[in-house]
């Protein structure tokens, strides 16, 4: 649901994702109010609030529902395409009638379809998801999505990090095994949805790297050529050496600037 004026948006979550909001909460606010203080970007679609709605009969609890109130990413901006990036490559589709593509789809309609973006937007979106992704990690978040907006006539693009309300619980180291077990008895080659939050992180950013096409605008190719550099995103590429083992030791990368 959203509100009146469209800015935001009131979502019904299951009590154990308000659990775990409650839980996360204070390194969350923490981590945000970090980002605002340095001037560093972020990704996360801000939460606003969560409510418990208890719908009483008489002297006992007859149900309870769970509500967060969140950024409306998309708030006064027309989307012609919606993606949902989560860098697992599911079996499902697309269904009739939805606008939203995964990452199956993505792949299906980058040859004709490809998602440009210039090349510093890109570090920027690149550096914010490293860093947020990083965090989410630390509080053993997994099962969160980038969602994209494209709208073709502004020939512009929004993004943000939804959907981080899940920690990698027993019931979903559980799933993930289960899930690992089905798919090496069928030979299917994919990984599971879950999977443990370095190695989701991991796949998410890699995914990310794909997914998108970073072009240097006329300007800046000039500039490139004449100075012998080389662009932000092709420092990016080559000093992105993380291992699911180093992960932990790696320091924060800093986008290098084009003109000195």
Wanted: charged share 30%; hydrophobic share 35%; proline share 3%.
């Amino acid at each position: 649901y959203k509100t009146k004026d469209e800015r935001f948006v009131i979502k019904q979550i299951p009590s154990i994702e308000a659990k775990c909001y409650e839980e996360f909460i204070d390194v969350y606010l923490d981590y945000l109010y970090n980002c605002l203080s340095q001037n560093l970007e972020t990704c996360l679609c801000k939460i606003f609030g969560l409510y418990k709605i208890t719908i009483w009969n008489g002297a006992t609890v007859k149900s309870q529902h769970f509500y967060i109130i969140m950024e409306n990413i998309f708030y006064n901006f027309p989307v012609d395409r919606l993606y949902d990036v989560k860098g697992c490559i599911r079996k499902k589709t697309k269904k009739s009638g939805s606008s939203v593509y995964s990452d199956s789809d993505i792949l299906e309609t980058l040859l004709n379809d490809p998602i440009f973006v210039q090349h510093k937007l890109f570090s920027k979106i690149y550096i914010s998801l490293r860093s947020d992704t990083r965090f989410l990690e630390d509080i053993s978040v997994v099962d969160y999505s980038l969602i994209v907006g494209v709208n073709n006539e502004k020939n512009s693009l929004k993004v943000g990090v939804i959907d981080y309300l899940r920690k990698y619980t027993w019931d979903k180291r559980l799933e993930s095994a289960v899930k690992s077990g089905i798919m090496i008895a069928t030979s299917s080659g994919r990984t599971p949805t879950i999977v443990p939050p370095i190695e989701y992180r991991m796949r998410f950013m890699d995914a990310i790297k794909m997914y998108f096409f970073p072009v240097p605008t006329k300007w800046e190719y000039l500039e490139i050529v004449k100075k012998g550099s080389k662009s932000d995103v092709y420092y990016i590429n080559e000093c992105e050496e993380e291992k699911y083992d180093l992960i932990k030791s790696c320091k924060p990368l800093c986008v290098r600037k084009i003109l000195d």
